[in-house]
């Protein structure tokens, strides 16, 4: 992008265009929260790599050859929609474009879905929380799994924070899977899970002051961050304003929580109770 001079601007400045412009889409409505979390599901498996049309026919349920080689019938998502037409399907997709949630980009000729800064906090909360409820299923029936492979190779930031999850949690319980799971990882992570591990087994001869601190030490190791801001809309004064990802504060092993007032807003009520 330039001006009339010629400069080019800032990537600053290019960051806060597009969260500005992102901000405007959330004045939008967006779908019921049920609504929002399956679209966002079934788009994980295709993001870079399919269009709107697919992820409608995910969503549909579609029984077409290509969808079904590809696995996609296997998604949580797949046939959220069962009674809805594709175009009924498609436009509630374009509202979550709209909202800010999803967005579009060019791959070679076609536009590819991919997700916004804001609707990847979402989904990355979402498929951190989905593998910590499967390790609880796990470990409720005493089922030892034969390795944890299947988190290999898997996206950094969402390991992480799923690593955050299972230390906010306080339980030794998960320490037998994460043992496993630090066999069969990359270097990095596995120095992570010794951390985690680590951390779990101090819990009980730790104050809780000590133990709030270790996990903010641990979360400012563990968090990775998207590099573009995310804009939310204040609900008391309607003015945009940027989420701090880095504060952990906002993240639990129960999911991430969004504030609903700007910082201004907040500390206005703070100062009026």
């Known amino acids: 992008m330039f001006h009339n001079n010629g400069d080019i601007l800032d990537e600053t400045k290019q960051k806060r265009l597009k969260g500005l412009d992102s901000f405007v889409k959330l004045k939008n409505k967006p779908l019921p929260e049920p609504e929002l979390l399956a679209i966002l599901r079934a788009a994980d498996d295709i993001i870079a790599e399919g269009g709107r049309t697919m992820l409608s026919k995910i969503l549909k349920g579609s029984r077409e050859r290509k969808l079904l080689e590809l696995g996609l019938d296997r998604n949580p998502s797949y046939g959220f ?16 474009i709209r909202a800010g949630f999803l967005e579009t980009k060019k791959s070679g000729k076609l536009p590819m879905i991919a997700f916004t800064p804001l609707g990847w906090a979402v989904e990355r909360e979402r498929r951190a929380d989905e593998f910590l409820q ?42 037998p899977y994460l043992t496993l799971w630090e066999r069969s990882d990359f270097k990095n992570v596995r120095t992570e899970i010794r951390h985690v591990i680590k951390a779990l087994k101090r819990r009980d001869e730790m104050d809780a002051p000590d133990w709030e601190q270790l996990k903010r030490e641990r979360f400012e190791a563990l968090f990775i961050g998207d590099r573009d801001p995310i804009f939310l809309a204040c609900q008391k004064c309607g003015r945009p304003f940027v989420f701090d990802e880095w504060n952990p504060d906002y993240y639990s092993s129960e999911g991430i929580k969004f504030p609903e007032k700007c910082p201004n807003c907040s500390e206005k009520a703070h100062l009026y109770r």
């Open 81 to 96: 929609y069962r009674d809805l037409s594709l175009e009924q399907i498609t436009d509630k997709i374009d509202q979550m």
């Open 134 to 175: 499967e390790w609880n299923v796990g470990i409720s029936q005493n089922i030892t799994p034969i390795n944890i492979e299947y988190l290999k190779g898997r996206n950094r930031g969402m390991i992480f924070l799923f690593l955050y999850k299972v230390l906010c949690s306080g339980n030794k319980k998960y320490i």
